[in-house]
């Protein structure tokens, strides 16, 4: 039952209020739906800034992401006819973009914050979801306390992570993790881990 329960959270994809009526999408998770956010982490040695990536992406260059071609967030996106959002770290505060989305994804994140801890920079789900609240506050900056709550709340949220807690944290077993939980106890840490941060990042 756990591992059913836990393949079912860490394979998550929330999609939140109206798709039809919404073209807002917030991105959260590590390499499988990052766009970029780790090529502006000095020190991160998860990047994907090489030329056998996005051999397959219009252009045929590398974009910042783990895959030749779209992540499954970009293909999403299109099938829900809005654009893909592009990497928090590749905007200012004030941008106007903010208004149509933002993708927080990092390669080598997390739930746990110690995970990936290896790769020297990532933004974990932690802080991902402390960016999150940034950009709420300068949209709130932008358009008022009352549209920046209605845009959020009926925003398309996609959330793709927890493989890293296993492949870069628990199955390693040089790490504290493997040698400090069973694995029970460790499905149980990612999912409680996880309703406390869902419940965080729901709050507007």
Known sequence: ????LATTIFT??????????????FV?????????????LSYSLAKSNYPWYGVDYAGGRATGRFTNGRTIGDIISKKLGIPSPPPYLSLA???????????????????????????IQRMSFDDQIQKFNKTKEAIKAKIGAEAAAKLCSEAIYFIGIGSNDYVNNYLQPFLADSQQYTYDEFVELLIGTLEGQLKVSNHY
């Open 28 to 40: 959260f998770g590590d390499s499988l739906t990052e766009v970029g956010n780790n090529n502006y």
């Open 93 to 119: 505060q004030n941008d106007d973009a903010l208004l149509k989305g933002v993708n927080y994804a990092s390669g080598g994140a997390g739930i746990l914050n110690d995970t990936g801890l290896y790769f």
């Open 1 to 4: 039952m756990w591992m059913a």
């Open 12 to 25: 998550t994809m929330l999609a939140v209020a109206s798709l039809a009526a919404s073209t807002v999408t």
